[in-house]
């Protein structure tokens, strides 16, 4: 299973962004998908997720309004489109699928894309 993402890139407060996570080697449509991020220095954390089809989605408090998950099954593909970032939004994003829904653990990870907001 492979879960590439991409996208990231610098850009000035109130910018933004779209995500990219293309996912191969599993049934992409049978799966829930998530983005995290890890800003230097702190733990981990939860950004948004989506069910596998689409119709259920869930933010953290802090995108909530500026952030939207969406996905693409036929390109076995989920997004993550950032608008008016700032710079705490900064850090190293992460795509992550789990096979349940809407709890549960995430089985596979991608690598990482950075995102960096300058104010």
């Known amino acids: 299973v492979q879960l590439q993402a991409s996208g990231g890139g610098l850009v000035q407060a109130e910018g933004s962004l779209r995500l990219s996570c293309a996912a191969s080697?599993?049934?992409?449509?049978?799966?829930?998908m998530g983005w995290f991020r890890q800003a230097p220095g702190k733990e981990r954390e939860f950004v948004a997720s989506?069910?596998?089809?689409?119709?259920?989605?869930r933010y953290a408090d802090s995108v909530k309004g500026r952030f939207t998950i969406s996905r693409d099954n036929a390109k076995n593909t989920v997004y993550l489109q950032m608008n008016s970032l700032a710079p705490e939004d900064t850090g190293a994003y992460y795509c992550?699928?789990?096979?349940?829904?809407?709890?549960?653990?995430?089985?596979?990870w991608g690598q990482g894309t950075q995102v960096t907001v300058s104010s």
């Open positions: 989506i069910n596998w089809s689409g119709s259920a989605t």
């Open positions: 992550a699928a789990r096979a349940t829904w809407p709890s549960g653990e995430y089985k596979y």
């Open positions: 080697g599993l049934t992409f449509g049978s799966y829930g």
